[in-house]
């Protein structure tokens, strides 16, 4: 541990002497003119990573799974399904997440109260708690450098922290990728928000970040052109990947109760020393790459990247990035993956992956078993990365290749370590993830 802490404050060290100067054309992604307002926010971004890194990631997860196991151990565990069929009977909250805010008859004069709930790398998030409630009247999204009042793109460049609502059930066709500006929360409960068919969310060089309840399906790359990111100003972007969202250099973010579909890339990339972050309660189906946390072999800034990835549901049609990591921290903890069609969690560039407590079911392919996927090295190479299984649940001949030098493996595997609820309750605890369809003066 001397030695990991001792390395990792010659890497703070180096991030903070280069900063982001040393960022290459591709590490200013789809920014045409990398201008003084850019550098400036990249700066920003810059120390407001290295402020939320933790330096004992073991803390994070160790209170994650005491939180999980205590929710648990007060309520029936019974499993009442193990499959995903629409609930029908009274409210239930069963996760902690979820028990923080929901089965409340005023949850929705009490939205901010959500922040309270948020777990793992990314529970310090505060979105738009410190601002004013905005809501979208107007599913449109026609101008792109001047945004009519009450659409999406003008709520989401204010420079005041904001908690976004909408009126009604909308269907939101972003005709450029949605750039947002910091301490921000997208809140969709108590109507059917989708955005469809589109371009996608960036979160580019911001921190404070909640995007909650809504679809995010069928995003397309866009040819890119003058786009406003803020009230006070626009610049040229290049065409865009077709991610469902992209967090770029940013911190502090949480996305929750999301179900997303079929985008043109990935369903969440996570790239250029991004951290504190929470992907939890999620539906994800049908897509090829579905989740890239670090995008370059070369960028070890992704070192400080610190990501929980927890009661999500990783359901059909699922080829493989579930997620794939580069560098980085990476607890997957409590999700439930069904038949990937290549693999489930990969990576290159030594990540730590702490897998805890998942049910991984295999698909009838015999090719496709295995969990687990090195890029890029050889086995006496990745032997020492440290990648973990502890409590999983491996099914339909699903089998999970662990490594890691035995001294680096003890902290994870110590008596005192924390264990995560056990694989059998992944049913239980992710049973409502994806949108909920919350209704408005009715427990949700």
């Known amino acids: 541990m001397k030695m990991e802490a001792y390395q990792l404050s010659r890497l703070l060290l180096l991030l903070s002497f280069f900063g982001f100067s040393v960022l290459a054309p591709a590490g ?7 201008d003084e307002v850019w550098k400036k926010r990249a700066q920003d971004a810059q120390k407001a990573a290295l402020e939320s890194y933790k330096e004992n990631p073991e803390d994070v997860t160790n209170q994650f799974n005491k939180n999980v196991r205590k929710l648990l151990q007060g309520t ?3 499993r009442r399904s193990l499959k995903r069929k629409k609930y029908r009977g009274p409210c239930l909250a069963t996760n902690p997440i979820d028990a923080c805010w929901r089965c409340k008859k005023n949850w929705a004069q009490n939205r901010k109260k959500l922040v309270d709930c948020a777990m793992g790398f990314g529970h310090e998030a505060t979105g738009g708690k410190n601002g004013e409630i905005y809501v979208v009247t107007d599913g449109t999204d026609n101008d792109m450098v001047n945004p009519k009042p009450g659409t999406l793109r003008h709520a989401v460049i204010q420079k005041e922290p904001l908690w976004i609502i909408f009126a009604k059930d909308m269907i ?3 005709e450029q990728e949605l750039i947002m500006a910091g301490d921000k929360t997208i809140d969709g409960r108590g109507f ?3 955005i469809l068919n589109g371009a996608g969310i960036t979160i580019q060089f911001v921190k404070n970040i909640i995007i909650h309840g809504i679809h995010i399906h069928g995003i397309v790359s866009k040819e890119g052109g003058m786009i406003r990111d803020s009230v006070d100003h626009y610049g040229f972007r290049t065409q865009s990947d077709g991610d469902g969202i992209s967090i770029f250099g940013s911190s502090n973010i ?3 109760h999301l179900s997303m579909s079929n985008c043109k890339d990935g369903l969440i990339d996570i790239i250029m020393a991004s951290t504190a972050i929470t992907i939890s309660n999620c539906h994800f189906t049908n897509h090829n790459e579905v989740m890239l946390f670090g995008g370059d072999n070369s960028y070890s800034q992704d070192k400080i990247m610190q990501v929980t990835v927890a009661f999500n549901h990783f359901g059909r049609g699922l080829v493989q990035r579930i997620p794939r990591c580069r560098f980085g921290f990476i607890h ?5 993956y069904s038949n990937w069609l290549m693999y489930a969690i990969g990576g290159s560039q030594a990540p730590t992956i702490i897998s805890q407590g998942n049910r991984f079911t295999a698909s009838e392919n015999l090719a496709s078993k295995e969990v687990t996927k090195r890029d890029y090295a050889l086995p006496e190479v990745w032997k020492s990365w440290t990648w973990i299984s502890q409590g999983d649940l491996l099914l339909n001949g699903a089998t999970f290749t662990t490594s890691g030098d035995p001294k680096s493996k003890q902290q994870f595997t110590k008596a005192n370590m924390i264990k995560a609820a056990p694989g059998n309750t992944v049913p239980q605890l992710t049973k409502f993830s994806g949108t909920l369809g919350c209704k408005v003066n009715k427990p949700c």
Do not use: C, E
């Open 192 to 194: 059917n928000v989708r």
């Open 254 to 256: 949480w996305l929750d």
């Open 172 to 174: 939101i066709k972003l």
């Open 332 to 336: 997957v903890v409590n999700n439930q």
């Open 76 to 78: 029936n565990s019974t």
């Open 28 to 34: 200013r992604a789809h920014i045409g003119d990398f």
